[in-house]
C-alpha cells in the first residue's frame, strides 16, 4: 500500500493499533494458560478485565484510523481495502475476548487429559497470529515474504483443524459428565475460530497483494 508510505501519521496510527493487539494478545495467552492451571479465580477475572480495557483500547485506535482515512484524498478501492483488512484483524481480537468471557460464565474446569491439548492449540493460534502480523507489516512495506506468511497462516490453520478434532474425540471417548462434555467442545470449536479468523485475514492480504501485483 504505497499511499501509506507517504503518510507518516496514518502509518504511525496503524503500528499503534497493532502494539495494543499484541498486548491484548498476550494477556490472553496468560489468561487462558492461567485458567487451564487454577480455573476462574480473582486472578483469572483481573485478566479478562485488562484484556477488555485492550479491545476497547485498539477500538479506539480503529475509529480513528477510519476517520483518518475519510479525511484523504485516497481512492475508494484502496480505504476499503485497508478497512477490510484491519476489520479482520480486528475479528481475531475479539474472538479472544468472547473465547475469555465463555470461561469466564461457565461452571468448568479443565479436565487433565486435555489441558495439555488446549496449551497446544492456543500455541498454535498464537503462531498462527504471528504470521498475520508478520504478513501485514510486509504488505503495509516491502511486500517481499507475504505469500510464505500467508502459506504459513494456511498450514497453522489446518494443524489447528486436526487438533480440533481429535480433542474433541478423546472428550467424548473418556467419562466425563455429558454437559461438560457439551461446554468443552463448545470450548474447543470457540478457539478454533481463531485460527479460522486469522484464515481470513490471510484471504483479504492475498487479495490485496494480488491487487498491488497486477
Known sequence: MFFLRRNKILLEKIHDYFEVCNDGMSVFNKALHHFVQAGNDSD????????????????????KIEKSLYRKSLLPESREDLMSLLERYDDII???????????????SVPGIIKDDIREMVKMSLLCYDQVRCAV?????????VMTFVRTINDYEARCDDLQAAIIKKIFLNDIDKCDKIILTDLINIITKLTDHCEDAADCITLINVKRVV
Open 44 to 63: 483469572f477475572e483481573a485478566q479478562i478485565a485488562r484484556s477488555l480495557e485492550l479491545e476497547s483500547a485498539a477500538d479506539a485506535i480503529l475509529h
Open 94 to 108: 475479539d474472538c479472544t475476548n468472547h473465547i475469555l468471557r465463555y470461561l469466564n460464565t461457565r461452571n468448568i
Open 137 to 145: 507489516e510486509d504488505l503495509l512495506g516491502k511486500r517481499k515474504n
